[in-house]
């Protein structure tokens, strides 16, 4: 694999990102994604290792954790801590009035058909290795995951899917190619009765605004922009070739504004959703779209390799032009502000049970150290249930002293999973990492006090065929990490506690790298 394609990846901060004020860490390493794993502690050189949590007796009962350096938190699961979650009832014996799916960074490369792997795939020495074992599940890693999202839709009859961004690798689409795209990665993947009429949640991720390639044009080759203006009017057509499409299976596809609401009420039970959009954070976000350097790097032929580090100003960043990349990045940015400004007040006025922002990017795994606090403060100011992103191609859960949950969940099959180390630091703590490299979703279960979160895999009835889809044998279910995180209204720990059900060890596919 080149180094960049290892930067992309690993999803992880460069390190010019200083978290200094907020000491964090790396927690731990899983020997499932040793290469890639290793790429990103020496990404973010100035994290190190340290053991995983046990569970057990816990501190329910006080609302901030230990942030003491080294300190391994303990959480209780549900049966243990039921005489401490206050008036609430007891979280196991929760009826849903209302559930969703999750997914992250889903939409894969065409080509399939014809040999192409495209995104899907770990890359040795130019192309795929088909006696790999991971290859065997990556080919088709897409469409295996929208059977596994069917699985659980037959079982939940979930209400909304909620979608993290990249939903269009590598570029996303133009205002003449989006029809075609959304028919063969979007419509024929998930076509199956259980998730066809189901509305789809959308926000953009970095690749649906071009990635690090080239911008302009309306359909493959995009090629070098020759104004600012142009530009950034490029940036909306990639946006709005989203936005526009029509669904013909009950207008599914949603994707309103760059911040919007998604309000879901059913049986008594509210839940908001602030899809907001973040494409500005430093992990292969704003900075990487806007210094467009594959596009470059090929029009120069030089090594895509320098892209990983390229700066603005520098010949493969924009070319050298520097109104190019400040016209791109300053509207990047304002799309983000607003979202925040408007996110801010929209949440602080809310009489949801449940807020939750769907959105591409982590705080704290993908933000310099001021977008972090800032999000972190809203986060604590307005009261928010779950924070849920992708970018990052894996799955873990942390939680914040004030009670907002995290969990990155970025192995939608769209491109090949790849863990990254977990990212601590006083305000937020890891509670679990998927073990491996699975790709998988999350569902999502409401009741008037709880949340249910929990992490979907296949389970080890699956046969995945390579090339070969037509050898793919459709298995069951497995359920894996569970947790319940009480309503905004309750007067308990917002960090709620384990399911009694979850499953914090290896599961699903692929569980090691080779």
Known sequence: MSSALDL????????????????????????????????????????????????????????????????????????????????????????????????????????????????????????????????????????????????????????????????????????????????????????????????????????????????????????????????????????????????PYGDRWVLRDHYYVERVERNGVVVEIFNIDTNYAEGSGGKEVCCQCYGYAAKYNTNAGVCGNTERGAPSCAGGSTELYDACINRINAWADEGYTRARADIAASDADFTIINTHYSPHYHMNNEKMLKWYDLCNATNVTLWINGHTHGFNHDIATWGTHFIENGGGGGYFTANSPVIENDLVKNQWLVEGQPYGIFELSFSKDWLKAQFVTFDNDWVFGGFDYSKLKVGGIARGHCWYIPSAHSDVPKRGVECNSSVNGAIGAPLWWS
């Open 8 to 247: 992309e990846s690993a999803q992880l901060l460069s390190p010019d990102q200083p978290r200094s004020r907020l000491s964090p860490k790396t927690k731990k390493v899983l020997a499932g994604g040793v290469g890639l794993a290793c790429l990103g502690v020496l990404a973010i050189g100035h994290f190190d290792a340290s053991s995983s949590p046990a569970l057990g007796a816990a501190t329910l009962a006080d609302d901030v954790l230990d942030t003491t350096p080294n300190t391994t938190v303990q959480l209780p699961n549900a049966t243990a801590a039921i005489d401490r979650i206050g008036s609430l009832p007891d979280p196991e014996a929760m009826t849903p009035a209302l559930t969703m799916l999750a997914l992250g960074d889903w939409g894969g490369t065409l080509g399939k058909e014809n040999g192409d792997p495209g995104s899907c795939c770990v890359i040795y020495n130019g192309w795929v290795n088909p006696n790999s074992y991971r290859f065997q599940i990556d080919y088709w890693a897409q469409n295996y995951v929208a059977e596994l999202m069917a699985l659980s839709a037959n079982e939940l009859a979930p209400s909304r899917i909620l979608s993290h961004g990249d939903n269009f690798y590598w570029v996303g689409v133009g205002l003449d190619n989006a029809k075609y795209r959304f028919e063969q990665s979007f419509e024929k993947v998930y076509n199956q009765p259980s998730l066809q009429y189901v509305p789809w949640i959308n926000v953009m991720g970095n690749h649906d605004i071009g990635g690090a390639n080239f911008i302009c044009g309306d359909s493959e080759p995009y090629y070098e922009c020759s104004s600012p203006s142009e530009l950034v009017d490029y940036l909306e057509h990639r946006y709005l070739a989203q936005s526009s499409y029509k669904s």
